[in-house]
Structure formats: structure tokens, C-alpha cells
């Protein structure tokens, strides 16, 4: 019931004194909006009062209201929609990406930098007149989190205690929703995602098998097979039948005709000069020429298709496979990192009992303060970093260079999507005027003009003046000379090896062939003669 903002009450007491402590009292009634004090003179004679919350110079002041008034006459008026002033206690957390503040947290309006600076600067200032003095949340700067006593620190615990009268950017989760009121209007978004390099690319000798898959080159291979077994029954089926005229099966070579039979060699190499476009010896036999024919058109596609592959594959390296999904990120290999902003999405994963979250909160390596060697380890390493959208967008602007950033690549799937609107404490007076002025931030896109100005001139334009001065003019260039396009011998090193290979293996024939002749010639020397024939006419012999 106390977080109806917009409800009326009427406040009864039958001793007219009594109105001014019932209606500025701290309790109860301090939280409502709308209200009036009904009471009743020594003469019967009806008292009607209210309080303007803010009228005596951002004070709250009674006011007296005719006991009959005109039929058009508003005993409920909204009191707040004109602060007078008043200075507003604002907890924020550690969240750099969104608003920035000097400590010790002194005097009014006194946000340094941040998105947040700019809507409550030039936007919500203006629209309800009010003054602001932000600090840094209770408890390390988080946004909320219970203690085991029952005790809340972070934003939501000094919004509770009563030492804020606003939070910002705070989640909206069951359990902080007991304990305070959220606006329904938001002025931010936010979610989880992880990020990781756009991947290495891979230069590997195997890039020739990658124009096919596995299951393609099976095929092929079967093909071959195929072939060899068709070769096969058809001259043996000729053969058998004598269709060859009692004569042997002749084969043509550029237009000579031989008599010698087209025998497993001359099939071997065939095929293999096929595939290679070379020229090979053909038979002349009509069905083996029949089927040569349909062979010669399915290699003509395979390695059109070949070669195509393989010139995308020269022009354009293959990139690692990275991952996409949590799902993956959490079964590859990748070592994770987490940007600890808040505590909402780390309780929220830790709570789940989904595997993948599970697993993701056993191995992760939990990061605090700003976060920036989360987004260098992924820059040098095989790392991934999760983090919400809001802050990394803020390293990236504020640390690293266009070719850093180049190299990063945003996870498509995200989680833990978070509206941020104001926390106040339930009942708050001014929970309707806050909503009323939020609800017009998110259609006129002004939060996203606001952030890309911050970024731009408060963050990204400070780093590069900051680097001209100190001459680190290498983080300055546009381009990664490491990234370069043109081809160069990791390429095309898989034709080298596949040379090398081949001179390995003709070699090795060679010195086989050298050896097996001197083997012949040795056992040639080594034989004993079997005749010797003598012709004594002649006074000669010889040995047969």
C-alpha cells in the first residue's frame, strides 16, 4: 500500500495543533505525496491543510486551503512538480562508463563527468529544479548486496538507510524490489555479452585438403576406386568375350596406335594425369572409351570446384573458429575474465542452475575496479571477457587504440539484460515527477546522443591528446601493418611441403631402383657357368 504514490489520503485529528507535527511527521505519513489534514476548530469551524514539500526554499511549508472552495478547486495538488532548490542525496556505484565524481563527495552538482552528468545537468535540472550532491555507494561501490545479517550495503543499502534519497544506475531484481522502489521509466540499458578477438588467421599446409570437407573427399576417393574396378571388369569382360578380334586391346597417344595392352600402369596413370590435367594415354576400345568420357566430365567439375576453393582460400586465410554463444565460450578453451560492476549479474549467474552458468561462475576469473586488463588480456591472449555493454564501451573508447579495437569481436548472444531507471524508497514523494520526466528520454533517443557526446569529447579525445603528449604516437595509427592482405609464402607453404614430400618419395625410389641394379649386377657376376661348349677346330669355348 505505502508504494502508491499517486493515492490520496486525509489525515484526521480533532485538535487543529496537532496538523503541523501529523503532516511534516518523519513516519508514515512523510510518505505520501498527496495529502490533506482535516481538523476542527473551538467553534466548529472545518481547518484544511497541506504541505508544499519544497516551498520555503526547497523546505517543506503548511498551507492553509479554503474549507469551500470553488467546485474547480484542487485540494491535491502535486507539490513536486517544482523542487525549489532542494538538494538531492544521490548514491552511484563504481561504474566509470556512466557518471564520475571526485571525492570526498562535497557540495552540490558535483558529477565531473558521464552520460548520467548530462541528464541530470541538462535535462532533469532543468525540468524540476533541483540541486544534486552524488556520492559513491556504501560497501565498495557496489549496487547492492544483502549480508547475511539482513543488512543491505550498495546503493540499495543507502537508499534504505535513509542516507540517499535516490540511486542510479541500479538493477531492478525480486529481492532489492522489497526493499525499494524503482521508477517504471528507464534511462539506460545494459546487458551482459563477452568479448574476444576476431580470431588468428590459420596458415597451414593443410589448406590444400580444405577445399572439401571430409565427407567430399570420401567421395572422391570412392570415385577413384569405383573407376579402377570399372576398368577393371571391362577389359576382363572383353577379354573373356574375344571382342578384341582375337587381338590385344589397343590404347592411342596423341594419335598413335599401339598394340599393347592398356594394363593397370597405364590406368594409374591415367587417372592421376586426369585430375592434374595432363595428357595420359587412352584406349581405344569403344566401352572403355565410353566411360573415359564420363570420367573426364566428373573430374572437370571436381577440380573446377577445386580450384575455385583454393583461390578464396589464397586471398582470404582462414580464421580461427571463435565462440559465439555461452554455450561454447564455456566448453573451448578460452580462459575467462569478469568485469565485477555491481552485484546483480554476478548473484543472478550464481544463483542459476543452468550447466552452462555454472560452469561459467566456477572457472571465471573475477575482475573489480575498472576493468582494463580484462580487455588487454583479450587483445594478447587467448581470452575472453565478460563485462557489461555500458563498461566496455568505456575501455574501449578511454584505452585502446583503432587497431586494438579492430581486433575485437562482440559475442551475438547476450544475457542479464538490465533497465536502469532511479531507485527510491518505497512510498518516495518523488517517484511520479522522476517517471513522468524519464518516460521521455528513451523515445527521443537522448540517452544514446548523450553517451556518444561523453565518449567522444570527455573520453576519446582526452586519451588521444593525452598520448600526442607523452609521444605515444604508435597507438595513433589506423592500421595494423600485421594484418596485411598480400600474399605472401604462408600462403601457399602447403604446395612446398607437398614438393618436398614428393622429392622425399622420388628419393626414395631412386635409391631403391640404385640399389636393386646393383643387386642384379652382383648376382650376374656371381654366376656359375652351367656349359662350357669347346670347338677344337677353332681352339675356342664358350659358356652357355
Given at each position: 500500500m505505502v508504494k502508491k504514490e499517486s493515492d490520496f489520503w486525509i489525515w484526521i485529528t480533532p485538535q487543529p495543533s496537532q496538523l503541523e507535527r501529523l503532516l511534516l511527521s518523519d513516519f508514515f505519513p512523510a510518505k505520501t505525496k498527496y495529502k490533506l489534514g482535516l481538523s476542527f476548530t473551538p467553534s466548529s469551524d472545518l481547518v484544511v491543510r497541506s504541505v508544499c514539500f519544497f516551498c520555503a526554499e526547497g523546505l517543506p511549508q503548511?498551507?492553509?486551503?479554503?474549507?469551500?472552495?470553488?467546485?474547480?478547486?484542487?485540494?491535491?495538488?502535486?507539490?513536486?512538480?517544482?523542487?525549489?532548490?532542494?538538494?538531492?542525496?544521490?548514491?552511484?556505484?563504481?561504474?566509470?562508463?556512466?557518471?564520475?565524481?571526485?571525492?570526498?563527495?562535497?557540495?552540490?552538482?558535483?558529477?565531473?563527468?558521464?552520460?548520467?552528468?548530462t541528464l541530470f545537468d541538462q535535462y532533469l535540472m532543468v525540468k524540476l529544479n533541483f540541486t544534486y550532491n552524488m556520492f559513491l555507494s556504501t560497501g565498495g561501490g557496489g549496487t547492492g548486496l544483502e549480508l547475511p545479517n539482513g543488512t543491505w550495503i550498495g546503493t540499495v543499502g543507502d537508499v534504505v538507510s535513509g542516507k540517499a534519497d535516490m540511486a542510479i544506475m541500479t538493477g531492478?531484481?525480486?529481492?532489492?524490489?522489497?526493499?525499494?522502489?524503482?521508477?517504471?521509466?528507464?534511462?539506460?540499458?545494459?546487458?551482459?555479452?563477452?568479448?574476444?578477438?576476431?580470431?588468428?588467421?590459420?596458415?597451414?599446409?593443410?589448406?590444400?585438403?580444405?577445399?572439401?570437407?571430409?565427407?567430399?573427399w570420401t567421395c572422391i576417393g570412392a570415385s577413384t576406386l569405383g573407376a579402377f574396378i570399372v576398368f577393371k571388369l571391362i577389359?576382363?569382360?572383353?577379354?573373356?568375350?574375344?571382342?578384341?578380334?582375337?587381338?590385344?586391346?589397343?590404347f592411342a597417344h596423341r594419335g598413335i596406335i599401339s598394340?599393347?595392352?592398356?594394363?593397370?600402369?597405364?590406368?594409374?596413370?591415367?587417372?592421376?594425369?586426369?585430375?592434374?590435367?595432363?595428357?595420359?594415354?587412352?584406349?581405344?576400345?569403344?566401352?572403355?572409351?565410353?566411360?573415359?568420357?564420363?570420367?573426364?566430365?566428373f573430374v572437370l567439375i571436381v577440380t573446377t570446384v577445386y580450384r575455385s576453393k583454393m583461390v578464396s582460400l589464397l586471398a582470404f586465410p582462414v580464421l580461427e573458429k571463435i565462440p559465439t554463444t555461452f554455450e561454447e565460450l564455456v566448453e573451448s578453451d578460452y580462459t575467462v575474465g569478469f568485469i565485477k560492476h555491481g552485484d546483480g549479474a554476478?548473484?543472478?549467474?550464481?544463483?542459476?542452475?543452468?550447466?552452462?552458468?555454472?560452469?561459467?561462475?566456477?572457472?571465471?576469473?573475477?575482475?573489480?575496479?575498472?576493468?582494463?586488463?580484462?580487455?588487454?588480456?583479450?587483445?594478447?591472449?587467448?581470452?575472453?571477457?565478460l563485462a557489461f555493454t555500458i563498461s566496455t564501451l568505456y575501455l574501449l573508447y578511454g584505452n585502446l587504440s583503432d587497431s586494438d579495437t579492430r581486433k575485437l569481436m562482440y559475442s551475438p548472444e547476450k544475457t542479464y539484460v538490465v533497465f536502469l531507471g532511479a531507485a527510491l524508497?518505497?512510498?518516495?514523494?518523488?517517484?511520479?515527477?522522476?517517471?513522468?520526466?524519464?518516460?521521455?528520454?528513451?523515445?527521443?533517443?537522448?540517452?544514446?546522443?548523450?553517451?556518444?557526446?561523453?565518449?567522444?569529447?570527455?573520453?576519446?579525445?582526452?586519451?588521444?591528446?593525452?598520448?600526442?603528449?607523452?609521444?605515444?604516437?604508435?597507438?595513433?595509427?589506423?592500421?595494423?601493418?600485421?594484418?596485411?592482405?598480400?600474399?605472401?609464402?604462408?600462403?601457399?607453404?602447403?604446395?612446398?611441403?607437398?614438393?618436398?614430400?614428393?622429392?622425399?618419395?622420388?628419393?626414395?625410389?631412386?635409391?631403391?631402383?640404385?640399389?636393386?641394379?646393383?643387386?642384379?649386377?652382383?648376382?650376374?657376376?656371381?654366376?656359375?657357368?652351367?656349359?662350357?661348349?669347346?670347338?677344337?677346330?677353332?681352339?675356342?669355348?664358350?659358356?652357355?
Open positions: 503548511i498551507v492553509d486551503f479554503p474549507p469551500e472552495g470553488p467546485p474547480s478547486f484542487n485540494y491535491f495538488p502535486n507539490f513536486v512538480l517544482n523542487l525549489m532548490g532542494k538538494t538531492l542525496r544521490i548514491s552511484f556505484p563504481a561504474v566509470k562508463a556512466r557518471i564520475e565524481a571526485t571525492p570526498p563527495y562535497k557540495g552540490v552538482n558535483n558529477a565531473n563527468r558521464g552520460m548520467l552528468k531492478n531484481t525480486n529481492k532489492r524490489n522489497q526493499q525499494v522502489s524503482f521508477t517504471k521509466s528507464f534511462f539506460d540499458v545494459s546487458y551482459l555479452h563477452f568479448i574476444t578477438t576476431n580470431g588468428v588467421r590459420i596458415f597451414s599446409p593443410a589448406t590444400l585438403l580444405w577445399s572439401f570437407d571430409l565427407l567430399m577389359t576382363k569382360s572383353m577379354t573373356v568375350l574375344g571382342m578384341d578380334g582375337g587381338e590385344r586391346m589397343t598394340k599393347e595392352s592398356w594394363r593397370i600402369e597405364h590406368q594409374i596413370f591415367f587417372v592421376i594425369n586426369s585430375y592434374l590435367d595432363q595428357d595420359c594415354v587412352l584406349p581405344t576400345y569403344t566401352p572403355l572409351r565410353c566411360f573415359v568420357a564420363m570420367w573426364l566430365f554476478y548473484n543472478t549467474m550464481k544463483a542459476s542452475t543452468d550447466p552452462v552458468y555454472v560452469k561459467l561462475v566456477k572457472d571465471m576469473e573475477i575482475i573489480t575496479g575498472v576493468g582494463l586488463e580484462c580487455l588487454e588480456n583479450v587483445v594478447e591472449k587467448k581470452y575472453a571477457c524508497e518505497p512510498g518516495s514523494i518523488y517517484k511520479e515527477s522522476f517517471d513522468f520526466w524519464l518516460s521521455w528520454v528513451r523515445p527521443f533517443h537522448l540517452a544514446d546522443f548523450w553517451e556518444a557526446y561523453d565518449m567522444h569529447y570527455n573520453v576519446r579525445l582526452p586519451k588521444r591528446a593525452w598520448w600526442l603528449s607523452t609521444n605515444q604516437t604508435d597507438k595513433l595509427e589506423r592500421s595494423d601493418p600485421g594484418e596485411s592482405d598480400d600474399l605472401t609464402l604462408k600462403h601457399i607453404s602447403g604446395a612446398f611441403y607437398a614438393l618436398g614430400a614428393c622429392l622425399v618419395f622420388s628419393g626414395v625410389v631412386f635409391i631403391q631402383e640404385l640399389v636393386a641394379f646393383h643387386y642384379m649386377a652382383r648376382m650376374k657376376r656371381k654366376i656359375v657357368p652351367l656349359i662350357r661348349i669347346i670347338i677344337p677346330e677353332r681352339q675356342e669355348s664358350f659358356i652357355i
